[in-house]
């Protein structure tokens, strides 16, 4: 089983949060469920991999990224999978263990040698958390059309293939729109979203080497702050998304 990353708010209003917010594993059996795992080993194993074309959203919590996700799921006919989902799959099944402990033992180096074709410079750390979020993300992405939010899978995966989307806002917004969520007062809401916050740069900065998001890793950023319609931003994606891979 992987060792997940740490973090000093596992017993905080942070780790409240997550719990129970989606019911994670009946979506996460379900999903693995439609995965031909060994189709998948030989394709990782022929280091000729390829995915659906996929979309990555990038955020903060509180920006309501994953309600954005949803909507748009719905008119294209994609699943999404956000962090709780595709960390449970990492760390309750053993996809990824097998997969990796098969490729390490026969094949010495392959996952290496394969993020780097595929990802050039952009390597993150190659701990066994870090392998086994690669392992599951790509899995999902070349089992199904699939939308991932959070954890910088757009880092992950083959960049030609990938439809990256950053969602911000300001602090204010952030707050008042998880406190709505929640039905929690603002302040703790916003204690909420510094400890996410704190989570999230320790996440960055040990799996992806990062401290900030750079624009140019996204083809849109979309400021919630001056979108009143959501509805508005699902055709925007979807509309640029379709022309980028027009089926």
């Not at 070349?142 to 960049?159: E, K, N, S, Y």
Request: glycine share 4%.
């Amino acid at each position: 089983m992987a060792q997940k990353i740490k973090s000093d708010f596992m017993d905080s209003d942070l780790s409240k949060y997550w719990k129970g917010k989606r019911k994670v594993s009946k979506l996460a059996f379900e999903y693995i469920q439609k995965m031909d795992k060994e189709a998948f080993r030989k394709t990782l194993q022929s280091k000729n991999i390829d995915i659906f074309p996929t979309i990555c959203f990038s955020r903060k919590i509180g920006v309501g990224a994953l309600e954005l996700a949803e909507k748009l799921a719905k008119q294209l006919g994609y699943r999404v999978v956000d962090r709780e989902i595709i960390e449970h799959l990492s760390e309750e099944t053993e996809l990824s263990r097998k997969s990796i402990a098969t490729f390490d033992e026969r094949y010495p180096g392959i996952i290496r040698e394969f993020l780097g074709r595929i990802l050039g410079d952009r390597l993150f750390d190659l701990n066994e958390y870090g392998r086994q979020l690669f392992v599951t993300s790509s899995f999902l992405a070349h089992a199904d059309q699939t939308i991932f939010v959070g954890r910088g899978i757009h880092l992950m995966l083959p960049r030609n293939r990938v439809f990256a989307v950053r969602c911000i806002s300001s602090m204010e917004y952030r707050i008042e729109h998880l406190a709505k969520s929640l039905k929690v007062s603002s302040s703790k809401a916003r204690r909420i979203i510094q400890q996410a916050d704190a989570e999230q740069k320790e996440f960055f900065s040990r799996v992806h080497g990062k401290d900030l998001a750079s624009s140019e890793e996204f083809d849109l950023i979309l400021n919630l702050d001056y979108i009143q319609d959501m509805n508005v931003a699902v055709d925007v994606i979807k509309t640029l998304f379709m022309s980028r891979f027009k089926k």
